[in-house]
Nanobody, 123 residues
Framework: QVQLVESGGGLVQTGGSLRLSCAAS????????MGWLRQAPGKGREFVSA????????FYADSAKGRFTISRDNAKSTLYLQMNSLKPEDTAVYYC????????????????WGQGTQVTVSS
């Protein structure tokens, strides 16, 4: 069983940057397709970005394209999300999770959620 712990969130001004990390414990991290999702207050969890097990394929929500970059280091069992040009509408709790079944762009495909890290973008 892989356990996930997110970090790197915080308070940033509009236009700023943050780098989120997701540390995985347990075995076989490198076997899994992974994703970042987020949940804003009063809203459901939405897909942000995903990456295949070897990093060969990446996917982004339209809201993230051109601003966010997903990456992974399988040797360190860590997933990353570099977020640039942040906007107030990016404010949410960000989660990493394992894609267990389904399209990588669907939030329903993910399980083994971490506890999340809060990202707040001030205007």
């Amino acid at each position: 069983q892989v356990q996930l712990v997110e970090s790197g969130g915080g308070l940033v001004q509009t236009g700023g940057s943050l780098r989120l990390s997701c540390a995985a414990s347990g075995r076989f991290f490198s076997n899994y397709d992974m994703g970042w999702l987020r949940q804003a207050p009063g809203k459901g969890r939405e897909f942000v970005s995903a990456i295949s097990w070897n990093g060969g394929r990446t996917f982004y929500a339209d809201s993230a394209k051109g601003r966010f970059t997903i990456s992974r280091d399988n040797a360190k069992s860590t997933l990353y999300l570099q977020m640039n040009s942040l906007k107030p509408e990016d404010t949410a709790v960000y989660y990493c999770a394992i894609n267990v079944a389904g399209p990588p762009t669907s939030a329903l495909a993910y399980r083994n959620w971490g506890q999340g890290t809060q990202v707040t973008v001030s205007s």
